[in-house]
């Protein structure tokens, strides 16, 4: 070797001895992180976070130790209940080291430790507690194991913070049992929930119908009411009115002959009745048109003088005369529409003709009895 190149060879190993005294040397730390130092194997100092300084071949590095807040999620544990039940829990562990010398020299491994002191802790806890006291007391259990586990790692400089029960499972015939279970008490809240509201509707049902057939009722009873004191009323002024109006027979008999024409009305009326008082209408009216009173109308009617207001004081009576030509046109009328629907009838029914003779009879007998008017003088009561 040439003493050029041995002595870039020297350069070399300087160079590189410069680079490693330099790492060793100069330590920059991040934030949150804080570093173990050792000098000849014996602890020296902690360097937190910045650039520090160390004595190269000196001082080493034991551990780097993370001091923001961890988490950490145990596998499911089975655990034994008073009632003798196996159910898995799964726990969660927030933690953080306030201490890394003594999260580096009190214990080899603080996870593990951890893990185990929360296994050993909750199997204590829950075996004090059956299945229903462990499903609904989640913060009771999560209060006595972050206790429990505060007071143990805190000589290893670790601080619990937090801890979770993250899923309790009983086993899957327990797990069907409390559906079962649930499903039948949801059933029942149901049930009963339902039949209210059917009592209640039953109830407002039942209610609206008595308050509809009471105003139903009072109505009924307020129109029967007023239509009893319009009858009343109305009854009282016709009584009144005839009791003034003293009527004498042939007001009657023109109240027969107005009827007449309504008990012959319609084509399906093959055979009428005539009243038996009929007859004495019509003798009434012929001696009324002749003159011919027998009766005493000074008994009958009595002219006070004073003019009292009655219910006929609006009506305008026809001319009797007129009346009488319209009630005989009626009755004609009357008569062969009888006389057609007799003929058009069977021949062996019995009645529908003698009603047409003893119609022709009396419209003769009206014919007769206006020939004696007419050859009559006119009559004191015209």
Request: charged content about 25%; cysteine-free.
């Amino acid at each position: 070797m040439t003493p050029a190149g041995a002595a870039l060879l020297v350069l070399l190993l300087l160079v590189v001895f410069a680079v490693i005294v330099i790492v060793r040397t100069v330590k920059i730390v991040p934030q949150q992180v804080s570093l173990i130092i050792e000098r000849l194997g014996k602890f020296s100092r902690t360097l937190e976070g910045g650039l520090h300084f160390l004595v190269p071949f000196v001082d080493r590095v034991r551990a780097s130790v993370d001091l923001r807040e961890q988490v950490v999620s145990f596998t499911p544990q089975p655990v034994i209940t008073s009632d003798n039940l196996v159910v898995n829990i799964d726990t969660v562990i927030y933690y953080s080291v306030i201490d890394s010398k003594s999260a580096v020299y009190e214990i080899a491994n603080f996870i593990q430790g951890i893990e185990q002191l929360t296994v050993t802790t909750l199997r204590n806890v829950i075996g004090s507690l059956d299945l229903e006291q462990t499903l609904t007391s989640r913060d009771q259990i999560n209060a006595q194991l972050r206790g429990v586990l505060d007071e143990a790692t805190g000589k290893w400089g670790i601080r619990v913070n937090r801890v979770e029960l993250k899923a309790i499972d009983p086993p899957r015939s327990v797990q069907d049992s409390m559906e079962k279970q649930m499903r039948a008490e949801r059933d029942r809240r149901a049930t009963i929930l339902t039949a209210e509201g059917i009592k209640q509707s039953a109830i407002l049902t039942a209610e609206g119908e008595k308050q509809s057939q009471i105003l139903r009722a009072e109505g009924s009873a307020q129109a029967r009411i007023l239509e009893a004191q319009g009858q009343s009323r109305a009854i009282t002024q016709v009584f009144e009115a005839i009791h003034r109006g003293k009527p004498d027979q042939k007001l009657l008999a023109y109240q027969y002959l107005q009827v007449l024409p309504q008990l012959a009305r319609g084509d399906a009326n093959k055979m009428w009745i005539i009243p038996s008082e009929l007859t004495e209408a019509l003798k009434g009216i012929g001696s009324a048109l002749g003159g011919k009173d027998t009766d005493d109308l000074s008994d009958k009617w009595v002219d006070t003088g004073e003019v009292l207001p009655t219910a006929f004081d609006e009506t305008t009576l026809e001319d009797p005369a007129k009346a009488l030509a319209e009630a005989r046109g009626q009755a004609a009328g009357a008569t062969a529409e009888a006389e057609s629907h007799a003929t058009a009838s069977e021949r062996g029914r019995p009645y529908g003709r003698p009603a047409a003779d003893s119609l022709e009879d009396q419209a003769s007998a009206l014919h007769d009895s206006e020939l004696d008017d007419e050859q009559r003088p006119p009559g004191k009561g015209e």
